[in-house]
Structures are given as structure tokens and as C-alpha cells.
């Protein structure tokens, strides 16, 4: 199955995905981009709106997101997202709140973004008994939080937060620097039928690791298996900072082929950034492929139960489905070295 271009469902509007297609000249273009975006949105609030939305960048904004929903106690003590909540905006305002997130991002990692949050509202409409509207705990599209943390500038630093329940988008904007990580990508359902199309956020993630898997030789594949079964993420929110030690396979004795799965499987992350600010992240993880493991936990047919990590000195992948089956996943993207973008951002 594949992932077909979609829109968003009524109410949440976005631009139709074309109008974003063509190729941009460089990241300091990106960059261009994005402050106008920021400034054009803000320009649309309220000052009690814009109060909400335009917060300082320091440790303690920078690190409140979660992939739990809205209602939820987050790794960070928070209970509530930076910003403003979608459903506190107008169709305009979310409209351009939408151009803003898709200023820095490919056309793939926007759609793949919509899909999550489409899925999300998936599950709100569906779920059974149908939750009070008391409920603290909330789903769907109107509970995801968009914020600027800093002063957008095409110089200084600054942040672009979009999040909600299973998705965090942390673009951080140093000058011709856009810096994804850390984020979170996660599915529940994981696959569900929109206007008829068959739409799976997470499939090509899921697809192309069972296929590295089952291209490695017998003995790679033993040495990639864990002796343990995790039943979710190691490094996920609350874990900034923290390193764990390589485990699985290492790439250095990959043949060519499969060195080339494990490069196309990384860029289903680093590709939700622009191409000029993935292109030379990707080509960073080629130069220390050798140094980069692969470890798998589950069964290896497809549909499987099977969590994996992807861990090498400047990137860490994980992917979990979360409990006993395959309908609830959990993925996060980290680079130990450059998190909220630490190579060019001081504390």
C-alpha cells in the first residue's frame, strides 16, 4: 500500500500540496520563507492570541512537547503545549498557521505531517463510547498547538513548534541552519480510508525497515536482534541529553545494497525537513555510516509486531508500536550533537 496525497479534512484547511512543489533556491531562501510565513501569521492574531503564540526561546520552552494527547501530563511536567490550539483559531488563521509549518518543510514531510493530524481526528470520530466533552483528555484536529518561540529573523535563532498528540515538528531557524530535530512522528490508527484512499503516515517507514531486515544475512540478522523485547521509544520527550549505548548491527560490514536501504530508510526522517537542509544532513550520516547500528526487536514478516533504532554518531532513530499490536506507533528523530540546533545555538 502506499501513501496517497491527501488534504485536510474540513474545517482544518491547508493549501493544496502543488502549491508548494516547486524547488527552492537555498536554505537561506528557506529561511526567508519561513520568517515571512511567521511574520504574516502573527500579524493575523489578536494581542491576546499573539501573547500566546510568540514566546521566548530558552531551555524550558524549547523542550515542552509531547507525543501524548491534550489533557495528558507531558514528560515535562507541562500539561498544556507552547501556543495556541487549532480550535482557537479561525480557518484563516490556521491557514496560515499551516503555511508557517509547511515554510520549512519538503512537500513529503508536510503531507506526511497532515496525514498524521488527519488520522489523529481519525480517531476522535471513531472512538467508542464517544467521549464527553468534559473529558480532559482530548483528540483530533483541534489539539494541535502551533508557537514561535523567538523573534522570527533570518539571523538570529528561532523555533517553529506544531505539535499534538503523536506529532512534534521542532524546526529550529538559525540563519540558512533548519534544524528538525528533535521530533516525533507517530500513528494511531495506523492505516485508515480517507475520500476512499487507503492512507498508512507511517508505511513507508514500517515497509522499508522489514525489507532491510529481511536483506540481511542470517548472521547480520542475529547480530541486529535484540535479546529483549521493548514495548516503546528509549529517547523520547523528557530525554534531552541522554545517550544509550549502541546495540544491533553495525553498517560497516553492510554490502552496498544495503547500505543504500538503510540511507533510504533514514531519509523517510531527515526528508521531512527542505531538501537544501536534508541533502547535506543525509550526506553527515553517509560519512559515518560505518559507525551506525541497526537493532530489531519483534518478528521479521511484514505486519509483525517489531520495534527498531537506528543509532549512529550524529543520528538516532527509533520505532515502536506501542503494547501488544501493530495499531499504535511511536517514532522519534534525534542527532545527539545538534538537538534544537546546539551547533550553532549557545545555551
Given at each position: ?91 484563516a488563521q490556521q491557514e496560515a498557521a499551516l503555511a508557517l509549518v509547511r515554510s520549512t ?70 540563519g540558512p541552519e533548519n534544524v528538525l530535530t528533535p521530533s516525533h512522528t507517530g500513528s ?59 546495540e544491533g548491527v553495525r553498517a560497516s560490514g553492510f554490502t552496498t545494497a544495503q547500505r ?88
Amino acid at each position: 500500500m502506499t501513501i496517497h496525497r491527501v488534504v485536510l479534512l474540513p474545517v482544518l484547511l491547508a493549501l493544496p500540496l502543488a502549491a508548494h512543489s516547486g524547488q527552492r533556491a537555498g536554505t537561506s531562501d528557506t529561511t526567508q520563507k519561513a520568517v515571512a510565513a511567521a511574520n504574516s501569521f502573527l500579524a493575523m492574531l489578536s494581542d491576546a492570541q499573539r501573547a500566546k503564540v510568540d514566546l521566548p526561546l530558552n531551555k524550558t520552552t524549547r523542550s515542552n512537547w509531547s507525543n501524548l494527547p491534550t489533557g495528558a501530563v507531558f514528560q515535562s511536567g507541562a500539561t498544556e503545549r507552547n501556543g495556541l490550539k487549532f480550535g482557537a483559531l479561525t480557518a484563516a488563521q490556521q491557514e496560515a498557521a499551516l503555511a508557517l509549518v509547511r515554510s520549512t518543510l519538503s512537500p513529503s514531510g508536510y503531507e506526511k505531517v497532515i496525514n498524521i493530524v488527519n488520522g489523529d481526528e481519525t480517531l476522535e470520530r471513531t472512538t467508542a463510547p464517544r467521549r464527553p466533552p468534559a473529558t480532559r483528555t482530548r483528540f483530533g484536529r483541534a489539539e494541535y498547538y502551533i508557537a514561535i518561540l523567538g523573534k522570527p529573523s533570518a539571523s538570529e535563532p528561532w523555533m517553529i513548534q506544531f505539535g499534538g498528540h503523536h506529532l512534534a515538528i521542532n524546526v529550529t531557524v538559525a540563519g540558512p541552519e533548519n534544524v528538525l530535530t528533535p521530533s516525533h512522528t507517530g500513528s494511531q490508527p495506523t492505516m485508515y480510508t480517507f475520500n476512499g484512499q487507503t492512507i498508512r503516515p507511517l508505511g513507508h517507514e514500517n515497509d522499508k525497515a522489514f525489507a532491510l531486515m529481511n536483506a540481511l544475512s542470517a548472521a547480520q540478522q542475529k547480530q541486529a536482534t535484540l535479546n529483549y523485547e521493548v514495548k516503546d521509544v528509549v529517547a523520547g520527550p523528557g530525554h534531552d541529553g541522554e545517550v544509550i549505548q549502541p546495540e544491533g548491527v553495525r553498517a560497516s560490514g553492510f554490502t552496498t545494497a544495503q547500505r543504500t536501504m538503510l540511507l533510504d530508510l533514514i531519509r523517510e526522517w531527515v526528508g521531512i525537513i527542505n531538501s537544501e537542509s536534508a541533502r547535506p544532513k543525509m550526506a553527515e550520516i553517509e560519512g559515518h555510516l560505518s559507525d551506525t547500528y541497526f537493532a530489531w526487536s519483534g518478528g521479521t514478516i511484514n505486519g509483525s509486531r517489531a520495534y527498531f533504532r537506528i543509532q549512529g554518531p550524529t543520528v538516532m532513530i527509533e520505532y515502536a508500536p506501542i503494547g501488544d499490536g501493530t495499531d499504535h506507533i511511536h517514532t522519534f528523530y534525534r542527532d545527539p550533537t545538534n538537538d534544537y540546533g546546539a551547533k550553532v545555538i549557545k545555551p
